[in-house]
């Protein structure tokens, strides 16, 4: 493996991060979801300070916050942020994560010391194979390792900690964020933007080695309740109304080859039944519906409405409602005006060396919100792969690439901030 162009530790950050169990968890009412979250925010709140980052805080919702001061001799130079989230999803467990480094890579299969019957195939993971040489990290089988997003986490501590060390790189003001609760949805409910104070942020939470991402779906979520009669089984004979069994019809009527995840890829979009809370009395189905044209997402819900109905209609004394809820918009929408935010980024993806890839997200990304709320923030790789899971991996070669982006994305703003962009800075 080549040796990375800027030594800042990150690997070693990433190693620590990942044995505090960070968790984040949807039934819950409290923010963040967890307490342990707060655990890994305070520390980088600490750390900020130790690199001598005076005005880094935690707020009260755990959000931390904290500025790289300038040392371009430009005025002017528009702040930039860099976001990364510190949760792990509900779906695996992220306690007592044991770190596992393959050290140069050859290609084979990856195996778990805590569970010898499972295994990262090379054959299944097509992306191992540009990684031969270099040193991969994996869990040790029992949890997901927490790469989505302590990665990214890791890599804008190494990306500052190299910032604040070598002043006479030029760049104008830079800003980061850590974050609760991305994985439940909830990353950006009190992220303050204004607080925040950046003209754009770019989030390190994306796969490949050198993707960008600028956009994803629109996305709604959709609960359609059935409502039945209950009473004695044994004295059910023309009164009872099943209503598990009016939604089990429901689900039956959605299109069985097409709209839903299992069918789809690229830019199709799906409808997607993926909870369910059933009683005879009341049964209801959480749907998911995604499409990166927001226009077809009402088209997506007037089809579910009108299943719903048909299956209602079809078992008499039973009714039903439908509750349409947004949940994020494609960011691609706020991007397009703003052609700088994505071609600077693409700018610093080819300086470090790599070929630039603007995919598409089959997602959303805290970005998603944060762009309409007024903080185009479009998503950069920070080198996970099979997040979620006990599969998950990560290279160290591609971390190493990461923060060599992020240092080369704040030199690109200092050096495209014309005499005439410092004059419209200072009017504003």
Same mark, same amino acid.
Request: with cysteine.
């Given at each position: 493996?080549?040796?990375?162009?800027?030594?800042?530790?990150?690997? *070693?950050?990433?190693?620590?991060?990942?044995?505090?169990?960070?968790?984040?968890?949807? @039934?819950?009412?409290?923010?963040?979801?967890?307490?342990?979250?707060?655990?890994?925010?305070?520390?980088?709140? @600490?750390?900020?300070l130790a690199l001598g980052l005076e005005d880094a805080v935690m707020d009260e919702h755990g959000y931390v916050f904290a500025t790289i001061p300038a040392t371009s001799a430009k005025s002017g130079v528009p702040t930039i942020g860099f976001l990364a989230h510190v949760d792990t999803s509900p779906e695996m467990s992220g306690a007592g994560v044991k770190a596992i480094i393959h050290r140069n890579?050859?290609?084979?299969?990856?195996?778990?010391?805590?569970?010898?019957?499972?295994?990262?195939?090379?054959?299944?993971?097509?992306?191992?194979?540009?990684?031969?040489?270099?040193?991969?990290?994996?869990?040790?089988?029992?949890?997901?390792?927490?790469?989505?997003?302590?990665?990214?986490?890791?890599?804008?501590?190494?990306?500052?900690?190299?910032?604040?060390?070598?002043?006479?790189? #030029?760049?104008?003001?830079?800003?980061?964020?850590?974050? %609760?609760?991305?994985?439940?949805?909830?990353?950006?409910?009190?992220?303050?933007?204004?607080?925040?104070?950046?003209?754009?942020?770019?989030?390190?939470?994306?796969?490949?080695?050198?993707?960008?991402?600028?956009?994803?779906?629109?996305?709604?979520?959709?609960?359609?309740?059935?409502?039945?009669?209950? =009473?004695? #089984?044994?004295?059910?004979?023309?009164?009872?109304?099943?209503?598990?069994?009016?939604?089990a019809d429901f689900i039956h009527r959605l299109p069985q080859d097409s709209l839903s995840p299992e069918t789809t890829a690229g830019y199709e979009g799906f409808v997607h039944p993926y909870m369910v809370d059933a009683s005879v009395e009341r049964t209801s189905v959480k749907l998911l519906v995604r499409d990166f044209v927001t226009a077809n997402l009402e088209e997506m819900e007037q089809r579910?409405?009108?299943?719903?109905?048909?299956?209602?209609?079809?078992?008499?004394?039973?009714?039903?409602?439908?509750?349409? *809820?947004?949940?994020?918009?494609?960011?691609?929408?706020?991007? @397009?005006?703003? %052609?700088?935010?994505?071609?600077?980024?693409? *700018?610093?993806?080819?300086?470090?060396?790599?070929?630039?890839?603007?995919?598409?997200?089959?997602?959303?990304?805290?970005?998603?919100?944060?762009?309409?709320?007024?903080? #185009? =923030?479009?998503?950069?790789?920070?080198? *996970?792969?099979?997040?979620?899971?006990?599969?998950?991996?990560?290279?160290?070669? @591609?971390?190493?690439?990461?923060?060599?982006?992020?240092?080369?994305?704040?030199?690109?703003?200092?050096?495209?901030?014309?005499?005439?962009?410092?004059?419209?800075?200072?009017?504003?």
């Open positions: 493996m080549n040796a990375p162009k800027y030594d800042t530790g990150c690997v *070693e950050r990433f190693l620590e991060y990942v044995k505090i169990d960070t968790q984040s968890r949807e @039934d819950s009412d409290t923010f963040p979801s967890t307490l342990s979250q707060l655990d890994l925010l305070s520390r980088l709140r @600490d750390e900020l890579y050859d290609g084979s299969d990856l195996a778990f010391p805590d569970d010898p019957s499972a295994m990262i195939s090379f054959a299944d993971n097509p992306h191992l194979a540009t990684q031969i040489g270099n040193d991969i990290i994996t869990a040790s089988g029992n949890t997901l390792l927490g790469a989505d997003n302590k990665a990214g986490v890791a890599e804008i501590m190494g990306a500052a900690q190299y910032l604040v060390d070598h002043p006479e790189i #030029p760049h104008g003001p830079v800003r980061i964020g850590f974050t %609760p609760d991305e994985e439940v949805g909830n990353g950006t409910k009190f992220f303050d933007t204004d607080r925040f104070g950046a003209f754009c942020a770019y989030t390190m939470d994306g796969e490949t080695l050198g993707e960008l991402q600028v956009e994803t779906f629109s996305a709604d979520a959709i609960t359609v309740t059935f409502h039945g009669f209950n =009473t004695h #089984p044994g004295f059910a004979k023309g009164r009872m109304v099943n209503a598990i069994k009016v939604a579910v409405g009108q299943l719903a109905s048909e299956a209602a209609a079809a078992h008499p004394g039973s009714r039903v409602e439908v509750k349409v *809820e947004e949940n994020y918009r494609n960011m691609k929408e706020v991007l @397009d005006q703003h %052609p700088d935010v994505v071609e600077n980024a693409l *700018e610093a993806i080819r300086r470090a060396g790599l070929e630039s890839a603007v995919e598409p997200i089959r997602g959303g990304t805290d970005g998603s919100r944060l762009s309409f709320m007024g903080l #185009p =923030t479009p998503n950069i790789f920070a080198g *996970e792969h099979n997040f979620h899971s006990r599969f998950e991996w990560i290279s160290t070669y @591609d971390m190493h690439k990461a923060v060599e982006v992020i240092i080369e994305l704040c030199r690109v703003w200092e050096e495209r901030t014309s005499a005439e962009d410092r004059k419209i800075t200072a009017l504003d």
